[in-house]
């Protein structure tokens, strides 16, 4: 049988762990599973990479192109990461009718439909396991193991550095700062940690799920993202006490209106649910479907071989299409601008409520609180305030029973014109 | 395109699932998939069921050959248990270039190289997601989503009605007939109940998730299986005082040596492992790969709607195969009897153990057993000796550090010979 050929672009990290993990089991694909697997090119922009891999017997290269000219490559794997020069390269690699593997969550989460669409029109496949979970196989259960199903709902701990940072700061009591630091210092969080910290990558990645899940494109841009630079430690320490665990989730969620329910923000979880164990910098996705009920995934959702191992369970999946001579396997017909999914307006979301008000300690400044709760028909499940503050500056945590996000706005707009307030009032989602 | 046709034989409690499944998924997989499915024929043995599913369009039948002879069916669904009846049905269908669709762990852990290397030579397909743990998909995770990986080790509760009872055992300190009693109520078991309790369901399990994580074929007979039933309440009781929780484990482990050791017995977890907080009759399966590192897969590992999502996840696979007109998409070649594998002696494995000695409370017990253990070079972890039993009868528990099993034998075997020893001694093995 002829030799599948496999050009690389970009071998970094996780490219590295790629050409480790094919390299060592090369004979094995050929023996076993009969496909005759070589990497033919690796490109890289960085020459000192090419000494590092020229032992694999590929060609190292500066030149991209020269991957997408080889006619002989039939499978092309991304991992340069961003949306300007990958998009180019995908797009590229698609129009030459070789099929594309990617990491490249926010690549997708942007660009999916256009890279989808020109696939399905050139009959070639993309695959992006490594793109959600690292090497959890989150793409493949979505799409082939649980596709008896209609997914209900998702709740998913999928970034590694948020997690990271949220144990850190439960367990030792540090400040945001100082658990970025730590994160920082221990290889689990980017010089610049901005995309990881914000909400940014978890969105990415939720988006992608929630496209899988709705079997309708997901935008990125529709879902309401919130990160974790805001959770401060009292509010770590006073969930604690309340038998909660703070995480950041990302929600998605079908419901009986027209919407789908997706986003990301940090939540209150009762601390026996069993994403609320999850920790460091261990990735879980828990899902329920009408069939099969609720399902976990849990597993390191990034790192060098975690996250090749799921890049070369695509380049395998692909080798064995293409030994079989198929084009695309699975269709994604529904991952298109055409299959556009409404995504429910935040403000319509229903929950229960953290509040954490930091007011001047005086009479009557509960009763005003509760009231105006009250008035946008808001009730109060418990209250905690606490001695050993400044009286110019307290904590009043305020959990609610079930409301209207709306209507919590309104009247936390209207509490917080009062001179009693005395600082930004903290507001975290209870997730039951 | 054509018609792709199935052929159900065993219409009981997943057979009904996986009809309903289909009934509401079909035009959805027409659409979005491609894939014009359709029930040809549904065989049962009770008339009754006839006419329930006559509703759904197939032929509804008492004769299951009728099924074989139709040259239309391409996918056979064998769901009817056992291995006498289901093992010729099976090797027919794979005769007459039909895939088969099986939730059979019996049949493939003892016949799993007959049907394997029939399915070979006739070029057709055998998938078995919902063989093992239900809706979760194992089998394809092993199979293409770790493909990448070499598998270390696999741990798994993987019996939900040993799970149910033992979860009943030490939240409610029932005895195991109490809480069996309890699981048949409720329908978590069988009403002859020996196949789970026995361990031997575990094993069939055990066996096909060995023969794919091994790469070679586990014969179900070199498996060493205990079950639960010799559990005593005081057991679940003196292993919670201890930090411990008391699971049927099926064990899984690659070493340096020649041998893979694969094993299903209670053992004793520590409180704070990952799979101890695995409860009722949920199933999970903690996979460690070397590059992915480790994988939790948890869910229901049984009942009607779980396990007919595997059944038709696999409906699914093998229609997408046929509508490439794939015979073998992933060859199977390990799992044949030219493959076996070695198993480890259980006498050979090492670990810690949990030592319940019923003895005569007079002076120099202890010293003696003590003795006997350290002869054969076992030393002591932990010792507890409670007040408050009939001095004629008085439980002492051992933990015991690192030894190997057969000189733990020894050392039993002399210790019970002594006139101090009032009843079987009970060992449990410790999972770290």
């Given at each position: 049988m002829q030799e599948i050929l496999i050009g690389i672009v970009g071998a970094g990290t996780v490219g590295g762990g790629v050409i480790k993990i094919l390299n060592k089991r090369i004979e094995n694909l050929r023996q076993e599973q009969g496909l005759p697997i070589r990497i033919a090119r690796i490109a890289d922009k960085d020459p000192r990479?090419?000494?590092?891999f020229a032992a694999y017997g590929a060609i190292c290269t500066l030149d991209?192109?020269?991957?997408l000219n080889d006619p002989a490559i039939q499978i092309v794997v991304e991992l340069v990461g961003g949306t300007t020069f990958a998009k180019e390269f995908v797009l590229a690699a698609l129009s030459r009718k070789k099929h594309v593997i990617t990491a490249n969550k926010a690549l997708l989460a942007e660009h999916g439909p256009l890279i989808f669409e020109t696939a399905a029109k050139e009959n070639v496949s993309v695959y992006f396991e490594a793109a959600v979970g690292g090497g959890m196989p989150i793409i493949k259960t979505l799409r082939e193991g649980l596709v008896a199903n209609d997914i209900l709902s998702i709740k998913t701990i999928i970034n590694g550095t948020c997690n990271y940072i949220l144990t850190k700061m439960s367990r030792e009591g540090l400040s945001f700062a100082a658990a970025l630091d730590e994160a920082q210092k221990r290889g689990y969080a980017e010089t610049d940690p901005t995309l990881d910290v914000s909400g940014g990558d978890s969105g990415h990645k939720v988006a992608i799920l929630a496209s899988?899940?709705?079997?309708g494109y997901v935008p990125f841009k529709s879902i309401s993202i919130e990160g974790i630079t805001e959770i401060g430690k009292n509010d770590i320490a006073f969930a604690s006490e309340l038998g909660y665990t703070i995480k950041l989730l990302g929600i998605i969620k079908k419901s009986n209106d027209e919407y789908l329910d997706v986003r990301v923000h940090p939540v209150m979880l009762p601390a026996r649910h069993i994403l609320a164990s999850v920790s460091d910098v261990y990735n879980a996705?828990?899902?329920?479907?009408?069939?099969?009920g609720q399902i976990l995934l849990y597993?390191?959702?990034?790192?060098?071989?975690?996250?090749?191992?799921?890049?070369?369970?695509?380049?395998?999946?692909?080798?064995?299409?293409?030994?079989?001579?198929?084009?695309?396997?699975?269709?994604?017909?529904?991952?298109?601008?055409?299959?556009?999914?409404?995504?429910?307006?935040i403000?319509?979301?229903?929950?229960r409520y953290?509040?954490?008000?930091?007011?001047?300690?005086?009479?009557?400044?509960?009763?005003?609180?509760?009231?105006?709760?009250?008035?946008e028909g808001i009730s109060l499940a418990s209250v905690m305030q606490k001695e050993g503050f400044s009286a110019k500056k307290v904590p009043v945590i305020i959990l609610t029973h079930v409301a209207i996000e709306k209507n919590l706005r309104s009247a936390l707009m209207r509490i917080e014109a009062m001179n009693y307030i005395k600082d930004h009032t903290q507001v975290i989602r209870i997730e039951e």
């Amino acid at each position: 049988m002829q030799e599948i050929l496999i050009g690389i672009v970009g071998a970094g990290t996780v490219g590295g762990g790629v050409i480790k993990i094919l390299n060592k089991r090369i004979e094995n694909l050929r023996q076993e599973q009969g496909l005759p697997i070589r990497i033919a090119r690796i490109a890289d922009k960085d020459p000192r990479r090419q000494a590092q891999f020229a032992a694999y017997g590929a060609i190292c290269t500066l030149d991209a192109d020269s991957i997408l000219n080889d006619p002989a490559i039939q499978i092309v794997v991304e991992l340069v990461g961003g949306t300007t020069f990958a998009k180019e390269f995908v797009l590229a690699a698609l129009s030459r009718k070789k099929h594309v593997i990617t990491a490249n969550k926010a690549l997708l989460a942007e660009h999916g439909p256009l890279i989808f669409e020109t696939a399905a029109k050139e009959n070639v496949s993309v695959y992006f396991e490594a793109a959600v979970g690292g090497g959890m196989p989150i793409i493949k259960t979505l799409r082939e193991g649980l596709v008896a199903n209609d997914i209900l709902s998702i709740k998913t701990i999928i970034n590694g550095t948020c997690n990271y940072i949220l144990t850190k700061m439960s367990r030792e009591g540090l400040s945001f700062a100082a658990a970025l630091d730590e994160a920082q210092k221990r290889g689990y969080a980017e010089t610049d940690p901005t995309l990881d910290v914000s909400g940014g990558d978890s969105g990415h990645k939720v988006a992608i799920l929630a496209s899988l899940a709705g079997a309708g494109y997901v935008p990125f841009k529709s879902i309401s993202i919130e990160g974790i630079t805001e959770i401060g430690k009292n509010d770590i320490a006073f969930a604690s006490e309340l038998g909660y665990t703070i995480k950041l989730l990302g929600i998605i969620k079908k419901s009986n209106d027209e919407y789908l329910d997706v986003r990301v923000h940090p939540v209150m979880l009762p601390a026996r649910h069993i994403l609320a164990s999850v920790s460091d910098v261990y990735n879980a996705v828990l899902l329920e479907g009408d069939a099969v009920g609720q399902i976990l995934l849990y597993g390191k959702g990034a790192g060098e071989l975690p996250t090749a191992s799921a890049v070369v369970s695509d380049i395998i999946d692909v080798a064995h299409n293409i030994s079989c001579r198929i084009g695309v396997r699975i269709p994604m017909r529904y991952y298109s601008s055409s299959h556009e999914l409404s995504i429910k307006p935040i403000a319509l979301i229903e929950g229960r409520y953290y509040l954490r008000f930091t007011v001047q300690d005086k009479p009557g400044v509960l009763a005003s609180i509760a009231g105006l709760l009250g008035e946008e028909g808001i009730s109060l499940a418990s209250v905690m305030q606490k001695e050993g503050f400044s009286a110019k500056k307290v904590p009043v945590i305020i959990l609610t029973h079930v409301a209207i996000e709306k209507n919590l706005r309104s009247a936390l707009m209207r509490i917080e014109a009062m001179n009693y307030i005395k600082d930004h009032t903290q507001v975290i989602r209870i997730e039951e």
